[in-house]
C-alpha cells in the first residue's frame, strides 16, 4: 500500500474515454497525434479519481440541529429514543419528491467532486418503506446519469427500523425481503446489499435473513459492522463472503482473522468518528499489517459524517490511524476500486482503465493529507472528459 | 457569544466600503437608491468576514514530510533535535527571494478566503534574522496592498533560535531587543510583538525583556503561552497586560484567572493540537464559563496547523472543544476582531464599520461547523467590494 508507482513529471495519453499510455512526458510526447486534445496540469500532482466506497448521499435536510445537541452532551442514544436520528431524516426524505431529492443531491455532488472523487458508491436507507426507498435509488440512476460522476448503488432497506415498524423487526424484515429486494432487482437498481448490522439495531441473525435474500437474488454483500460491538459482525461478513464489512471500530483479532481469511475487505470511516465526537478510532495499522486490503471512505450523510471530501478522510487517516499518505491514497483509489467490483476499470492510471482523474492543487501527493479543510481538486475527468473545472484565483 | 443577532431574510445598506444599515429585507428595501448595486445572496447566510487572529502565512515550502514522520511515531522535538521543524523552514524561508515569498503567500491567501476569512493576523518569525524578519514583514505589507484582504502585522523575531544562535540565547535577544525591534518600529512594520514563551523555547525571563522592550516602541503584545507546559505563559501575558495569550492547551485555573483579570483574551488554535495528532486540547468550556473573550484563530503555518481554512477551525470548536456554532462564530468575528484592536470596525455587520462580510453556501449558520472538510465561502467582500467570487456548480 506504500508504492503508488509516482511518475515525476508524468504524462498520459487518452484515448476514447480509456488510459491508453503512461510514463514520462518525453515518453508520451512521441505518441500525441496532431489533433489531439492538451491538458497542462502545470507541474501539478494528477490521481486517479478517488473511489468513495461508503455514502449515503440522497437524504432531505440536514441535522445541524442534532450535531449540536451532541456536541453539547446529548448521546446518540438519547436522540434517537426521541425520533431524531436516521428517523428524523426519513420522515423528511419520505416527503420529499423524487425531484427535490435529486436536485439537493446534485447540489451536494460537487461536493465529492471538490475533493476530486469521481466514483461514489451510494446507499438507500432513508426510505425505509418500499416506495421510498425505490425513490432513493431512482434518484442515484439519475444521478449517474449524465456521466459526470459514477455511481455503484447499494439497497440499504435494513438501515433502521421507521417509525411504524417500531418493535416490529420481523415484520419489517419480511417487508424488507418479499417486497423490496425482489423489486431492487427486478429493476436492477441495486448491485449491492448493505445492513446496519449491530445487536442494538439490526443483530446478526436477522441481518443474515436479508443478506442471504439477496445473494439468492444476485445481489452483492457490504455490511454496516462492529461500529458499536465487537465483532458479530465482521464474522457475520466473514460468513457470507460479503465484498466489505464497514467502521470495524470495534473489531477485535478474532474480527480482524475472519475478515482476512474470507478476503473481506475492510472499509474504514474515520470522518464519522470524529464528528460523532468520539475517539474510538479503528485499528488500521493492526489491519494493515495483517495484510487486509483497507478501503478509506467519507461515510457522507446528515447524521454521523457530514463530509464529501475524501482529502479531510485523508487528513484524519494521517493523524488519527497513523496512515502514510501513499497508504491512504491506495485505500482511496485502488483498494476501493476492487471493494466496488471496479478494480478493472478504475482506481488507478493503468492501460485500458477509465481515464477518471484529478488535478489536484498541489506540488506532492503528501500534501493531500497535509493541507487540510480545503477543496484541493481543480479539474476533475471521468472518462478523459472534464467534468468540473474549478476556479483559481 | 451565544446569540448571533441573526436576522432572517435579512439585508445591508452598504456606502463607501461602509455599512450603513441592516435589517429585514422589507426595512432595507426602502432605503435603496436607484442606481445601488444589488448584490444577491440567494437565501444563503451573510456572515462579517472571519476574523484569523493567529497565523504564520509567510514561508517557503512545506512540512509534509516531517508531518508524515510525526504521524509514523517521531516527536516534535526529536525532529526539531536534528534541525528539523520550525528551523528548517527558516533555513528554505532566508534563501527565498521577497518576491518568491510574496508570490506563494498570494497563492495561498485565497486558501483563507475560500474559508470566509477577510482579516489575517500574520506573524513573521521564520526568518529570525534582521534582514530575514524584515523581509517577512515587508511581505505581509504587500499582501496588503491590493485590499482584497486586510492584514495585521505581528513581529515574531523570538519565534525559535536560530541555528547560528543554538545554546547563545542571550546574544539573540540581544539582536531581537538591539536591531530587530527598533528597524520593525522605525518603519512601522508590526502593529504587535508576539514571543514562543516557553521554558524549552524562550523561557519568561526571557520573553519578559523582548516584549518590555517592544512595549517601549510602541508594539501591542501576543504571546504564545502554555502550549506545552502550564501557565508560566499565561501569567507573563496578564503581568504585561497582552492583548492575548494563545494556544493555551496546558492552562491551569491560576492561569486562566490571571488572564481574566487582566483582561487578555485567549486565542485557542485546535487545528494545531489536531494536525500534530494530539488529544490535549484547551479548555474552552472552563474559559467561556469563567467570562473570558475566547478567541479561535487557524494558527495557519507548514509545521503544526496547516489549514487556512476558519470553517475547519469552528468544525474542531464543536467536536473537540464543545462549543457551539454561535459560540464559534462569535470567538472567530467579534471577538477575534476586538483582539486585534479593530473590534470598532470589523468583526460585526454594525453600522459604520467596514462592509467585509461573505455569502456562504448554506442555509443555517449551524452548517458551518457541521458540513466539515469544504470551502464554503461564494463571494467574499472587503469594503463593499467584491474580492473574490468562487463558482458553483
Redesign the interface.
Known amino acids: 500500500m506504500r508504492d503508488l508507482g509516482v511518475i515525476p513529471a508524468g504524462a498520459m495519453l487518452v484515448r476514447d474515454g480509456r488510459v491508453e499510455l503512461t510514463g514520462t512526458r518525453a515518453e508520451i510526447e512521441r505518441w500525441v497525434s496532431a489533433d489531439a486534445e492538451i491538458v497542462d496540469a502545470g507541474g501539478r500532482i494528477v490521481l486517479p479519481g478517488f473511489v468513495d466506497a461508503h455514502t449515503h448521499p440522497v437524504f432531505a435536510g440536514?441535522?445541524?440541529?442534532e450535531?449540536?445537541e451532541r456536541?453539547?452532551?446529548a448521546t446518540y442514544a438519547e436522540i434517537a429514543a426521541r425520533g431524531g436520528g436516521i428517523r428524523s431524516t426519513v420522515r423528511r426524505t419520505r416527503e420529499a419528491s423524487e425531484a427535490e431529492l435529486l436536485e439537493t443531491a446534485r447540489r451536494r455532488r460537487?461536493?465529492f467532486?471538490?475533493?476530486g472523487t469521481t466514483t461514489i458508491e451510494a446507499k438507500s436507507g432513508y426510505g425505509l418503506s418500499v416506495e421510498a426507498e425505490l425513490k432513493i435509488l431512482r434518484v442515484v440512476r439519475d444521478l449517474a446519469a449524465d456521466g459526470k460522476l459514477r455511481y455503484v448503488a447499494t439497497f440499504l432497506g435494513a438501515h433502521e427500523l421507521p417509525d411504524e415498524y417500531r418493535s416490529r423487526m420481523d415484520a419489517y424484515i419480511a417487508l424488507v425481503v418479499e417486497e423490496m429486494l425482489p423489486r431492487v432487482a427486478a429493476e436492477r437498481l441495486a448491485e449491492y446489499c448493505d445492513v446496519f448490522c449491530e445487536p442494538s439495531v439490526f443483530p446478526p441473525q436477522k441481518a443474515r435473513v436479508v443478506l442471504q435474500a439477496a445473494q439468492r437474488l444476485g445481489l452483492k454483500v457490504r455490511m454496516h459492522a462492529d461500529q458499536f460491538s465487537a465483532d458479530s459482525g465482521s464474522l457475520l461478513a466473514a460468513e457470507l463472503g460479503a465484498a466489505t464489512a464497514d467502521h470495524l471500530e470495534r473489531t477485535g483479532p478474532a474480527g480482524m482473522e475472519a475478515l482476512r481469511k474470507a478476503n473481506v475487505q475492510p472499509v474504514l470511516l474515520p470522518?464519522s468518528v470524529?464528528?460523532l465526537?468520539s475517539?474510538t478510532y479503528p485499528a488500521a495499522r493492526r489491519m494493515i499489517d495483517l495484510g487486509l486490503a483497507v478501503v478509506l471512505a467519507t461515510d457522507f450523510n446528515p447524521g454521523s459524517s457530514?463530509?464529501?471530501?475524501m482529502?479531510?478522510v485523508l487528513?484524519l487517516a494521517?493523524?488519527?490511524l497513523?496512515?502514510?499518505?501513499a497508504e491512504s491514497i491506495t485505500a482511496s483509489t485502488i483498494n476501493a476500486a476492487y471493494s466496488l467490483g471496479r478494480g478493472g476499470e478504475c482506481g488507478s492510471l493503468e492501460r485500458g482503465k477509465w481515464a477518471d482523474f484529478v488535478v489536484h492543487d498541489c506540488?506532492?501527493y503528501?500534501?493531500l493529507?497535509?493541507?487540510?479543510?480545503?477543496?484541493p481538486a481543480r479539474a476533475v475527468y471521468t472518462s478523459g472528459t472534464c467534468a468540473?473545472k474549478?476556479?483559481?484565483?
Open positions: 440536514t441535522r445541524a440541529d450535531f449540536e456536541m453539547q452532551g460537487v461536493w467532486a471538490r475533493g470522518a470524529y464528528a465526537g475517539n457530514p463530509t464529501a471530501s482529502p479531510m487528513s494521517a493523524t488519527q497513523k496512515m502514510t499518505a506540488d506532492d503528501r500534501e493529507p497535509y493541507f487540510f479543510g480545503r477543496d468540473y474549478f476556479s483559481e484565483y
